[in-house]
Structure formats: C-alpha cells, structure tokens
C-alpha cells in the first residue's frame, strides 16, 4: 500500500514528507493508458497533489492544474485529505525519450505555462493561486509554488520510473521544508545535503526509497516520524453523479438523447469508468424535469 510520512528534525527547524506512491502511478496508467512521457508527467503531477493535500485538514480538496503550451496539454488532479487522488493528462499518448540513454522526457515536452492549485475548503469560497512553470519537470515547479505562494522555502524531488515495457516500476517523492527559527548554520547543512544527495531516480530504485529518501535528508540529524497516512488512486465519482449532472441539461437536449440516439453514455474523465443510460433512464429524467 502507498504512504506518505510526515517527519521533523529534532530541533523542530525542518520538516520532510517522504512518499511511495508506486500503486497511485500504476493504476492512473492502467485506467488512462498512458504512454511514457504521459505516464512519468501524469504521476508527477499525481504525487504532487498527495504532497499538497497532505498540508489539509478535514474535509478540503486540493486540485493541481499543470496546464503547458506543449505536448500535454491540461493535466489535472484532485485530492482529498484522506490520500484519495484521481487524475488525467488530456493527450496520453507522448512516448519520448533520450535516444542514448532512454531516459523519458517531460519538461521540454510541457512549454509555457502554470501550476495552478485550487484548495476547497468546503465553504464555498475556493482559494486558487497560480505560479508560472520553471521548468515543466513538476517537481521545480511544486518547489517554486512552495516557495513563493505558500512562503515556505522548500526542496521537492519527485519522480516515476519505468520499466523496460514502459509499465511504472516505482514512483514516489519527497519535499523538505524550512521553518521559522531555523538557525544559518542548520540550513546551511540542509543545503548542503539537498545539493549533493544522489538523484531522486537513484534514491527511489533503492531497495527501500522511503528509508533511502529519509537518510539522504536528515543524513547524521536526528528526526522523528509524525505519522504515517495511507496513499491511493481512487475516483469518487458514481452513476448517481452523472444523472445530477444530466439532469441540469435542458430538456430538448435529454429528448435528443433519447429519440435521436436512444441512450446516453458518459465517461468519467478522471478515471475512464463508462456510465450508460438507456432509453428508459433518460424518459424517467425527462419526466422529472419541470
Ligand atoms: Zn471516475
């Protein structure tokens, strides 16, 4: 199962989540079929959003919107505070990478653009902040975000490594964070650390990259783990949801449906499940509108 732990260094000065998000990735590729470029840019932008809700409280939802002027198009993702994400990328099928050493490419794929994150705190009133891409690669762009939306400095590493067949063998990430009363000489050596730790590809092929990820940002520091909160894909929507949405279209519209097409079937965007409904399901919503 997927997680994500919440760490402190001992002085209080710095805090870290760590994340295994391998499962999340798998199943996004498996519901959206995604080729390479779009599977690594989809669960980049799917381990974001876990870092970002991870911040949240109670019944909030985070949305993380990297819209590039590139290859990708829109990717979008939504996540609760319970670990629950979902997500899509709208063209699924960019496949490129570098010919000598089959690394796959995503940022020079991405081109202009912002990160945008929209946190719904249940009360009708939506918070949406927008910070231009650095680099389209998700991670700088997260850091970037961070750093200047939030005012928090932060490191981020986050990535998706595949397998021979271009199936997602692990993903994961982490991102690292100053806080107030952080002493010159403690950041300094954080920094240091963050600048020469080993690439997030190598951390993450480690046997354990929890454990690895850990130890390449707290080194010798002392820290304790704060919680341990479970990850997943997992989509909320349901039939009952498609008919409150049908139901809002004007009435010609459903006659349309039913005499013209005989039946309506919609899929859900974020995780591909086909919904239909037959003749005698759109009467019943015809007869119930006014
Ligand atoms: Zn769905």
Known sequence: MDKLIKSISESGSFRAFVLDSTETVKIAQEKHHTLSSSTVALGRTLIANQILAANQKGDSKVTVKVIGDSSFGHIISVSDTKGHVKGYIQNTGVDIKKTATGEVLVGPFMGNGHFVTIIDYGTGNPYTSTTPLISG???????????????????????????????????????????????????????????????????????????????????????????????????????????????????????????????AEI???????????????LETLINNKV
């Open 137 to 263: 690669e998700i991670g700088e762009d997260l850091a970037y975000y961070l750093t200047e939306s939030e005012q928090t400095p932060s490191a981020v590493g986050l990535n998706v490594l595949l397998d021979e067949k271009d199936q997602v063998k692990v993903a994961g990430g982490f991102m690292l964070q100053v806080l107030p009363g952080a002493s010159d000489n403690e950041i300094a050596r954080y920094e240091k650390r963050i600048q020469e730790m080993p690439s997030i590809s190598s951390l993450l092929d480690s046997e354990n990259h929890i454990d690895a990820l850990l130890a390449a940002i707290y080194g010798d520091e002392p820290y304790k783990k704060l919680a341990e909160e479970p990850l997943s894909f997992s989509c909320d929507c349901s039939r009952q949801r498609f008919e409150s949405a049908l139901i809002t279209l004007p009435k010609q519209d459903l006659i349309d449906m039913k005499t013209e097409d005989h039946g």
């Open 267 to 281: 899929t859900c965007q974020f995780c591909g499940t086909k919904y239909y409904f037959n003749e005698n399901d």
